[in-house]
């Protein structure tokens, strides 16, 4: 019987007004699972405090089942692990302790461009992985970053070692999903209302931003302003911009808007926070165009253009990364070109990284700097939008019917659900490879058992001292005594048991898993010798 992949989740930190993609994305996708997903009860992988920071975050009407974290044994109950971002290999290490062929583990990708995110693909190969687990890329562009990641460590590994390592995970483009029924149903009037209540002229033409501004991590505004300064210019009537999103923070604001005066001063900025639900909709239903020249490396996918395609509006995005997926040229919206430097121009940037002398933030953004959007066929774009009417409808309807088929979330659910079915279907040939030590849950016992002068085994052999009983109880009101408190409890039960029986000696040795069984045993057998409680015979 196939079992249910339970979903990792560990509550956010942080500010949470800065919103990025991924936790939205994240969220958004367990809101789905939960209403879309097969009948039963769904698994939830968290310490108990999470678990319940899950049930407040997510009511439902569904069963969750509860698989503490700290027991991997119970995801084999399960058949796999969905952990919500790249890092798998920990998780692998976990498993290989209870036999790798027990459960799958699935992760998906969001930004690629950190180190932590990249080293997360290359660990993967020096790891259990295996051919039943899976990294999900969010887009076709980001797998084939995925590839030569994995390409380039194994080859660099391989003039090490003599051999080059195989990557194991299964590879699917699966892209993130939106709610298209939610986003299609936003009324007309709130948009006809917001324009009336910003003043926004009835014959202007009201391009949208909408998502993170951040002109280091996100898309630099000058090549937009100057895009839309030329349209006014070429159209002859009002273009009006809406920034609906929030600031990286007050100092990005105070350039944006420095920018803004600069490159685009015929053109109206009308700003609006998104992170409001009321407000999002509001600028969807009062703009003609959703227009997002990414120009980052940080942007993996990009879920502002399918939410702006799930309401009906053309696309006018840069053809980078993720949202050439989204966007089909001429059908639903148009991607714009963009240009980058020739490889071999990037090390001195590469160089300050790896040195610590800048970090991310400043990497990417000076990496973007170097990117190019094409801005003459951005206003052409723009231009055929404000004078064809006719156009941009055929094309708000084109992307609204593409959200619907390919990013609304019962599709991308079921396209999870058939993964982890095929998963279940490779991992059936293995699920009795046996348990295999880990060195990254390494038993400290073992690994500093040359520190001691011997570790207890065959011919060991104790006594409680006298008047045991009564140092027992002043180590128990000592707060220094027993920093895991079930040791005194067994310290306890075994001096009640060597009172009754005699000294307790070990006549042989015992095999590693014997010992396992009896791990609480033998540790406080440790504890009474440390503390006096018992002595040597």
Not at 396 to 407: F, H, V, W
């Amino acid at each position: 019987m196939i079992g249910r992949t339970a979903l990792h989740f560990a509550a956010e930190t942080g500010d949470p007004s800065r919103l990025v993609g991924r936790q939205v994305a994240n969220a958004g996708f367990i809101s789905a699972y939960l209403a879309h997903g097969k009948d039963g009860a769904v698994p939830v992988h968290a310490t108990p405090a999470d678990f319940e920071h899950f049930r407040a975050a997510f009511p439902t009407g569904r069963a969750l089942t509860h698989v503490p974290s700290h027991q991997p044994r119970k995801l084999a109950d399960h058949g796999g692990l969905f952990m919500p971002g790249p890092a798998l290999v920990k998780r692998a290490w976990h498993r290989r302790l209870i036999g790798r062929g027990r459960y799958s583990l699935t992760g998906v990708t969001h930004a690629m461009a950190s180190p932590r995110a990249q080293d997360a693909v290359r660990d993967m190969l020096v790891a259990p992985m295996a051919s039943w687990d899976a990294l999900i890329c969010a887009s076709e562009p980001i797998r084939d970053l995925v590839r030569s990641l994995a390409d380039g460590h194994a080859d660099a590994l391989g003039d090490i070692v003599g051999r080059k390592p195989v990557f194991q995970p299964q590879l699917p483009v699966i892209p993130l999903g939106v709610d298209v029924g939610s986003l299609s149903a936003i009324d007309p009037a709130a948009g006809a209302a917001f324009r009336q209540a910003q003043g926004i002229a009835e014959d202007s033409f009201v391009a949208l931003f909408l998502g993170r501004l951040s002109y280091h991590t996100k898309a630099h505004p000058t090549p937009f302003y100057r895009a839309l300064e030329m349209l006014a210019a070429r159209i002859g009537r009002p273009v009006t911009l809406i920034e609906a999103g929030w600031y990286y923070n007050p100092e990005t604001e105070a350039a944006f808007d420095a920018a803004a005066t600069s490159f685009a001063p015929h053109v109206r900025v009308v700003k609006a926070d998104a992170r409001d639900p009321a407000v999002k909709a509001a600028v969807l239903a009062a703009s003609d165009v959703f227009v997002s020249l990414a120009d980052n490396v940080q942007e993996s996918f990009g879920l502002t253009p399918v939410e702006a395609m799930a309401a009906g509006l053309p696309t006018v995005v840069s053809d980078w990364d993720g949202y050439r997926d989204t966007v089909v040229h001429g059908e639903t919206g148009f991607l714009i070109p963009t240009l980058i430097p020739p490889p071999g121009a990037g090390y001195e940037y590469a160089w300050r990284l790896a040195a610590e002398q800048d970090d991310y933030d400043a990497h990417v953004g000076v990496v973007a700097q170097h990117v190019a959007v094409d801005i003459p066929k951005t206003v052409e774009a723009l231009a055929a939008l404000a004078a064809g009417p006719e156009v941009a409808r055929r094309m708000g309807e084109a992307a609204r019917r593409r959200a619907l088929q390919t990013y609304d979330w019962p599709v991308i659910v079921r396209a999870y659900e058939a993964l982890w079915q095929e998963l279940e279907e490779r991992r059936a040939f293995h699920t009795e490879e046996e348990p295999k030590p880990s060195p990254q849950v390494a038993d400290p016992f073992r690994t500093f058992a040359g520190f001691a002068s011997e570790s207890i085994g065959q011919g060991f052999k104790v006594q409680p001292v006298d008047a045991a009983e009564a140092l027992l109880e002043r180590l128990a009101g000592s707060p220094i005594s027993a920093m895991d408190a079930r040791t005194l409890e067994d310290g306890r039960a075994l001096v009640a048991a060597m009172r009754r029986q005699g000294a307790m000696e070990m006549q042989q040795a015992l095999p590693e898993a014997a010992v396992s069984e009896a791990a609480r045993t033998f540790r406080a057998l440790a504890w009474l010798l440390k503390m006096g409680v018992v002595e040597r015979v």
